[in-house]
């Protein structure tokens, strides 16, 4: 059974940083794109940066020049470096990736984390 686990979320102060992992494990063939994203109380959960198998990133306005995503595929895993961090910046994260299970008749499935508590506080 396929799963993603995250790891790395915290209280820190503005201007601090954080850096989260996503290491996805069990049955895997192959891992597409992994993304990350953030959901606030009370609001939609919304994706904040992308990463292709070939280290193609994308992000969300929001977070350009402060947050950096990479991935080691080696180890199915996903990074996000935050840095420069602020209140508005306070979710949970989550991770997202598009798996292909083994087996001769499994297909690209999405998956999510359990997600992870940030909080950007002084």
């Known amino acids: 059974q396929v799963q993603l686990v ?4 915290g209280l820190v102060q503005p201007g601090g940083s954080l850096t989260l992992s996503c290491a996805a494990s069990g049955g895997i063939s ?3 794109i992994m993304r990350w994203y953030r959901q606030a109380p009370g609001k939609e959960r919304l994706m904040v940066a992308a990463v292709s198998t070939g280290g193609n990133t994308y992000y969300v ?11 080691d595929n080696a180890k199915n895993t996903v990074f996000l470096q935050m840095n420069s961090l602020k209140p508005e910046d306070t ?6 990736a ?3 299970p083994v087996g001769p008749q499994a297909r690209l499935t999405n998956y999510w984390g359990q997600g992870t508590q940030v909080t950007v506080s002084a």
């Open 98 to 100: 598009e798996v292909k």
């Open 91 to 96: 979710a949970v994260y989550y991770c997202n």
């Open 6 to 9: 995250e790891s790395g979320g």
């Open 30 to 32: 192959s891992v597409n």
């Open 61 to 71: 306005d929001s977070v350009k020049g402060r947050f950096m995503a990479s991935r």
